[in-house]
């Protein structure tokens, strides 16, 4: 049983010429969503926010878990943090605007020492311990009576503008944040970070006996994670300018990224994009049905966890051979040019084997 | 002195926390699940008892009669469907399954018994309290509920040592298909551990109802589920010794900080666990590295 | 050192155990392709051949914990294909799997006690074990994880045999271990056979192999090489079924 060779009358590349109508079609979407608050109402927008900070968290959750092999249910540790960072900020007079960056920044520091304390602990452990870390980081932060203690507190110095017109800022910033989360994710994804992640998602044993540096990846990946929340966090506390506690740091937003991941899919970019709009529309449809929408959603969630853990866009991607991120590679013979049917070989996901035959007594 | 008192009611609640874990303890320890509706299991419970006791009419204590055997079997039959299909598919599964169900079991609580508080009342017998001169004060609810955690917790332990059901169940959890090969049906003994789990898991669901108040989302919001799991941390997983040892400890740890500051009672027992996972992973009466 | 250390000659009825034509899949590989074999009541049964040749696969499908792709196991005649790994322990066939696998945190009296739990009716039980290897009742409270290789070996077959088994099959039995220690463990073999065990074994030493066995079947690559009894088989012959040295991929044995 010989190793399949890579027959030497091959041609390798990132991507098809059809690769370029996806990112066509990105750059036509998100000119058409900055367009939007031009004609749309506030609330609209508003929803809008809500909807990219979901993305954002969803999108990073997926990093984590589906990449990087780090299942957190503590988040909200890093979203709650980034609301007070912006607080902490308009407190003192400045642009909570301006308190954006210092929030994903300030989020960033906390998750370098949150990774440090809890690198060691296998998966499960892993995610209560992230679960224990939200939890005292909400406990000291209510001991802060300047911060408003345990009750909450507003979010002062936002410019005094119209109504309307902060509402489009804070949407443009939202919107913008959101597209830098995505392209980051691209980004990593595509070089060679990602190739040590896609090979932990694959198999995490077989990444590590190969050499890959999977504690780097994790550490970085798990730092990305606590920039990207603490930047939502900011985003959420300056779209609804009042800080609540138990809601900064609340377990449900972990539910609804987790949830978001899940039903779009896990592993792939394009995953939880089609799971936070999914999310967004089960929302609407059933929020006149109060906690029925929850009960509703995690028992989606469960089965889609059990009988379609590749999500929605598992499903759809696997139908229509479609990849709108081109993060994998294509193999073509090298007489024949892109397009032709049979004799294309698709490796959207590299193997990393340890050379020689499969060996199996 | 009240830091006599305060460790003294630190243990006995270190015995509730003890009931808590060893349910989680014995699903993580025997099929690698980690239960994030632990906590929610719980409260459901509760939620049952009250259901119970507005049909039946029966004191509260005696409630757990026919909640606890009711959770044993619905133990046995999430673990034949849910919990053995998501661990065909792998530890995210089980996690992401887990909490799924911890949410359902939240807001369903909610939409059938409202968001109102409950709690399940207490017989005149043990609402009454023994003091011990001025200042050391023991509730005898509390006492009970101690008495109870470490009667299971010794049974449970002989149980497990001892019977031929238990010795079964400690193969698998070593060697699922060593076990098969031996002649055991490893879903069978997976099942039989599950309703044992739920069973302890019910009991401290009815004991935290009779010692507070609970909401349907008392499950996170009450960190039970974290209490449960850091006792099995401190105390070290695989001995239920060491989650009866590691609830005492969270329980004193939590009271004595509560001497400190009332803010202060959660911090402290998180800030514990902190502290073990950092210099001693593997528990207190553990002597293999686990984490 | 006599050669067939068969307690019983092979038996000219229907035979123990029958395999027709097993193939077996791991993913895309095809681990074991269209094996066949017969074991007769009473004899020892060796499979031998190099690593990744399929013999643990073999061992595994019979015993029921890798489920084959086609082809039949009858056990006395019946198949036994629709039967749990663990119902097959009822029907008699009981496996010793490769590397021994006790249960770390049982000791050593447990761990025969977990092999009994299921057993079926029949000579052998604990304090017969006990017997068989002698050092084992001082050291039955200790755990198993704190044995020697050879012993926990022992308390493998020991475990194996409470269980009554009709065929025994052994995986691997010298993997580990010092010559000296996997004689004096295939020495007990005589004793299991007198009892009524049908033995088949997969082994990678095959010196070992051919002194103990009735027959021999030797894998390559999942593919039957060379099948025969140990008298008739000639040095050149093995190494070449072994090695498939001299042989046309594909061709028969």
Known sequence: MSPPGIAPDVRVTRSRRSALWPVLGAVVVIAVLAYLPYVVYAGTTSLLVNFFILLIMASLWNLLAGYAGLVSVGQQAFIGLGSYFVLIVGLHGIDPFIGLPVAALGSGVVGLVVWWLLSRLRTGYFAIATWVIASICYLVVIRFASLGGGTGEPLPGLPSISNTLLNAYTYWVALAVAVIVLVSIYVVLRGRLGLVLTAVRDDETGARSIGARVSRAQLLVFVIAAVGCGAAGGLELISQPFVQPTAAFSVQWTAEMIFATLIGGIGTIEGPILGTIVFFALQQWLSSYGTWYLIVLGAVAMTVAIWAPRGLWGLIAERLHLRLFPVGYWVWPAERGAGSGSARLRLPRLRLRRGGAASRP | ?291 | MTRGVTGGAITAGAPLLEVRQLTVHHGQLRALDEVSLTVGAGEVYAMIGANGAGKTTLLRAISGLKAPTSGSILLDGTDVASLRAERRVAAGIVMVPEGRRLFPSLTVEENLQVGASYARPGPWNIDRVYELFSWMPQRRKQLAAQLSGGEQQSVAIGRALVANPRLLLLDELSLGLAPVIVARIYDTLPDLLASGVTVLLVEQDVSQALRVASRVHCLLEGRTTLQGEPARLTAAGLESAYFGLNTTPGAPA
């Open chain 2, 1 to 291: 002195m009240t830091w006599v008192n305060a460790i003294i009611q630190g243990v006995l609640l270190g015995g509730l926390y003890a009931l808590f874990a060893c349910g989680l303890s014995l699903l993580f320890g025997v099929m690698k699940v980690i239960n994030l509706a632990h906590g929610d299991l719980a409260i459901l419970a509760g939620y049952l008892a009250v259901g119970v006791i507005a049909v039946t009419h029966i004191p509260a204590v005696w409630s757990f009669i026919i909640v606890v055997p009711l959770f044993a079997v619905l133990g046995y039959l999430a673990q034949r469907t849910l919990i053995q299909a998501s661990l065909s598919r792998g530890v995210l599964t089980t996690l992401l399954v887990t909490f799924g169900l911890s949410v359902v079991i939240e807001n369903a609580l909610q939409q059938f018994f409202s968001a109102n508080s409950r709690t399940l009342g207490i017989g005149s017998l043990i609402s009454d309290s023994l003091h011990i001169g001025s200042q050391v004060t023991i509730a005898y609810l509390d006492l009970v509920i101690f008495l109870v955690a470490v009667v299971v917790l010794l049974g449970l332990q002989y149980y497990l040592s001892s019977s031929r059901q238990g010795r079964l169940i400690r193969a698998v959890a070593d060697d699922r298909e060593a076990a098969q090969l031996a002649g055991a049906d490893y879903r069978h003994i997976f099942g039989i551990a599950a309703a044992i789990a739920f069973a302890t898991v019910a009991l401290a669901g009815i004991a935290y109802g009779m010692y507070t108040s609970f909401t349907p989302d008392s499950g996170s919001t009450a960190l039970l589920l974290l209490f449960a799991f850091e006792a099995v941390v401190i105390g070290g997983l695989g001995s239920l010794w060491g989650t009866l040892l590691g609830g005492i400890l969270l329980g004193v740890v939590q009271q004595l900080g509560a001497q400190v500051s009332s803010n202060d009672q959660v911090l402290a027992g998180q800030l514990l666990f902190l502290l073990i996972l950092l210099i001693r992973p593997q528990g207190i009466t553990t002597s293999r590295r686990m984490a």
